[in-house]
């Protein structure tokens, strides 16, 4: 049922109520009127994708600016003219008090960017009919503004202002939405006048500078260590806390933007969604190292990594986007499961799906204005408390390849790799990063998840539109309560006084704890102690800074929840790739080995839904053979020549044909004795180059198929030991199934038919392009062309 909040239409009657208004509201008004309002007012919404609201415009022009200025004209919206009063005067005075920082034009009161999540608020509770105290709303604001341009101004000195990029004036301020806390305060984006920005977050837990910082943080001490089982690069950003007395109660972070490789990933005739587009092995080195920035946040307790707090971006300088947290409030905290981050969802367990980790490309968002205009049928604005989720014209958080396929799924042999490379270099270095974080953290807060964000936004939305069931009685404050793990932990749940005096200021209950461990606070300054816990789920957990990550047993569950979530895009299936083999025989069942050759282990952890098991065993490695990797590369240039020139003569050089087949002859000859002597040439006994060629030789080879099919059998057992790469696997596979008059499966043999190269017959061709995707293959028509060009006939 859609609850209408105010209903209007155009005025009828002679004159303009805008004559009749202050000031400031004629001001706003006018900017309406020519369509430079922006946020002011709540967005106009029309019916979207999948049952969602699209955004269609802000109000603007004649039309909406005369029903707005009636409005504003009358008794209920009285309190927002007062606002916008109050707001004009503090931009008069805030211009005059900060000339030399803020640009010409700075700030007013007609700039959505800054004023709009306020005013909109206003004009919703007046359209309501909700009681709204605008005057202490508009000092909580102007008193947070006041400050946060105290502060820079002491800051901007400093040398963490000192690339270009980031000298003054301000251009511009925008006020991001989502919650407040703590006097209304909100994460700010500052606009320099070299064309970089900054987000400038007003809260005291802040873990990106313990995290993230580029030159001393956990994740820069991490990228630093020698790789203990494969190249590891977690995600850093420039941050920094403040400078002065009050310098722990606030931070300034580098602003991330979109990567260039942006695009479309998902269209219909009426809409398109844009996020983060790769290339296969660009895709293939992103979801790695999101793999490792995933086992990271597990060991550190890293939480509410969902949409909005984690982002795929590029910074300046590079070329290839991370995934990169931008909201590290919740750390240390004692995690049970990879779930319990926020990068993956539990939707049996009712998450939303909209982790950090999207796996499809939803239209939907979990963001979204509380109440909303639709335009009325006979023209006119009617304002309704928005229900239904908002659609989203681009996503930061649903990366996909140049294939269409999203999330790491597709990647999952790559994603899992990038866990286990990261917990054997956290595993390998514990007590190194264990006293970076007791040196690191004495100072600093954690931030306390008392309940689910959502429960106190509804809640909170609730008062401003005057619906709801008022079901927010105080309750108790003791463990169960406060650690949202009792009954009232639902969306309609009980608040203690804590709680219910935040909320009663329309903020987001926000409470800490230093992150050397003490009492829970509330944010301040000064931090008030709250008369609660301690409870057992509330970070720092000393268990998970000083314990957990010490072996390679802790990383189990983590790679259970990863497979588990990635299950409905992979399936069961046994994939392979990056030194690791993963099977999946159920959602719950499972199994993912490693290779680890630096340590001469093979690492293989097995699950199902009851538990995890993990085991150890040698990893035999030949050694490596000099001459046989001599023999195969001079047998491949050879070959190479020979076959160059058979080509060139239209396969109709009856006496290079003749050499090539003797030479192929001998060489097979030769490599049985090998593989009696050696086994099969992989990388290890002869290097990457030569194992290809090995791999060729049996392709070219003609008499008894014996042979060529016990080698077929070897190359396969490479593979699945990471000593040969998959396509090998494809193209000999083929070759013997040409010889023996089958179709091939994987489309890499090819025959010249009326001076043209296409295919061989194959089997079930609509599955081709599908078999090569598993062995990491590229698609057969890119495949193809690149034959044709290379092979294209000479001119006569």
Not at 31 to 38: E, I, K, Q
Not at 313 to 331: A, I, K, S
Not at 606 to 625: I, S, T
């Amino acid at each position: 049922m859609t609850e209408v909040l105010w209903d209007a239409v155009p005025p009828s009657g002679p004159g303009d109520a805008s004559a009749r208004l202050p000031a400031a509201a004629r001001k706003v008004v006018e900017a309406v009127r020519a369509g430079s309002a922006g946020r002011l007012f709540p967005p106009v919404l029309r019916p979207g994708e999948d049952g969602t609201l699209a955004h269609h415009r802000f109000p603007a022009g004649d039309t909406d600016a005369a029903v707005l200025a009636a409005a504003l004209a009358t008794p209920r919206f009285a309190p927002l003219a007062a606002l916008l009063d109050s707001l004009d005067a503090w931009c008069r005075a805030a211009a005059a008090r900060h000339g030399g920082l803020l640009a010409p034009g700075l700030p007013d009161v007609t700039d959505g960017a800054l004023f709009g999540p306020l005013v909109a608020e206003c004009f919703t509770a007046c359209a309501a009919g909700a009681p709204y105290d605008a005057a202490g709303q508009c000092a909580r604001w102007t008193a947070f503004l006041d400050l946060f341009l105290r502060r820079l101004a002491r800051d901007a000195a400093g040398p963490w202002f000192d690339r270009p990029s980031l000298r003054l004036p301000v251009t511009g301020v925008e006020a991001q939405d989502g919650e407040t806390h703590n006097g209304r305060r909100r994460v700010l984006r500052v606009r320099l006048g070299g064309g970089g920005s900054v987000a400038y977050k007003p809260r005291p837990a802040g873990g990106e500078p313990l995290f993230l910082a580029p030159d001393d943080s956990v994740f820069a001490l991490l990228n630093a260590l020698p790789p203990a089982s494969g190249a590891v690069r977690l995600p850093v950003l420039r941050c920094t806390p403040g400078s002065g007395p009050d310098g722990r109660e606030y931070t300034w972070q580098e602003w991330l933007e979109p990567p260039a490789q942006w695009g479309v990933i998902r269209r219909s005739p009426a809409s398109r969604l844009y996020g983060t587009r790769l290339g296969r092995r660009q895709a293939r080195r992103f979801w790695h190292r999101a793999g490792a920035f995933a086992a990271a946040a597990f060991r550190f307790g890293l939480a509410d990594l969902g949409e909005g707090n984690v982002l795929a971006g590029t910074r300046p300088g590079e070329r290839e986007p991370l995934l990169h947290p931008v909201d590290l409030e919740v750390f240390l905290t004692p995690l049970r499961r990879l779930y319990d981050t926020g990068l993956v969802a539990d939707t049996a367990a009712g998450d939303h799906h909209h982790p950090g980790l999207e796996d499809r490309a939803r239209w939907c968002t979990v963001d979204g204005p509380v109440a909303h205009f639709a335009e009325r049928p006979g023209g006119g604005l009617r304002l309704v408390r928005r229900r239904r989720p908002c659609a989203r014209a681009g996503t930061r958080t649903v990366v996909a390849d140049t294939g269409g396929r999203t999330g790491y799924g597709p990647y999952l042999p790559a994603f899992l790799r990038g866990m286990f490379d990261a917990w054997t270099l956290m595993s390998r270095h514990h007590d190194t990063v264990r006293a970076f974080l007791d040196r690191a953290a004495r100072d600093r807060y954690v931030r306390v998840l008392l309940k689910p964000t959502a429960a106190y936004t509804e809640v909170l939305a609730d008062r401003l539109t005057g619906t709801g069931d008022g079901a927010e009685a105080a309750a108790g404050d003791g463990a169960e309560a406060a650690a949202g793990t009792g009954p009232g932990s639902g969306a309609r749940a009980s608040f203690g006084p804590a709680e219910t005096a935040q909320l009663d200021g329309l903020d987001v209950p926000y409470f800490l704890r230093p992150a050397s461990g003490g009492p829970l606070l509330c944010a301040g300054p000064p931090h008030t102690p709250v008369p609660a816990g301690p409870h057992p789920g509330w970070p720092p957990s000393p268990a998970v800074r000083d314990e957990r990550g010490r072996d390679l047993s802790g990383l189990g569950v983590a790679l259970r929840d990863a497979a588990e979530y990635a299950y409905d895009t992979v399936g069961p299936r046994t994939l392979h790739g990056e030194g690791v083999l993963v099977r999946l025989t159920d959602r719950h069942t499972g199994e993912v080995r490693f290779d680890w050759p630096e340590a001469g282990r093979r690492i293989t952890y097995a699950w199902d839904r009851d538990a995890v098991r993990v085991r150890a065993e040698p990893l035999v490695r030949p050694a490596p053979a000099p001459d046989v990797r001599r023999r195969l590369l001079r047998v491949d240039r050879v070959d190479a020549a020979l076959r160059a020139r058979w080509v060139a003569s239209g396969f109709t050089d009856e006496d290079t044909e003749e050499r090539l087949r003797t030479l192929t002859s001998a060489a097979m000859h030769w490599l049985r004795g090998v593989v009696e002597r050696h086994g099969w040439p992989g990388r290890a006994l002869v290097g990457p180059a030569a194992a290809d060629a090995a791999c060729r030789l049996v392709q070219h080879a003609e008499g008894p198929l014996a042979f060529p099919r016990e080698c077929l059998r070897l190359v396969e057992r490479a593979a699945r030991d990471g000593d040969l790469p998959w396509r090998q696997v494809a193209y000999v596979t083929d070759a013997l199934r040409v010889r023996e008059g089958r179709p091939q499966l994987y489309g890499t043999k090819f025959r010249m038919r009326e001076g043209e190269l296409e295919p061989c017959p194959m089997e079930q061709p609509d599955l081709v392009d599908e078999r090569r995707r598993d062995l990491g293959m590229e698609p057969l028509a890119r495949y193809a062309a690149r034959l044709r060009r290379r092979y294209r006939p000479q001119a006569p």
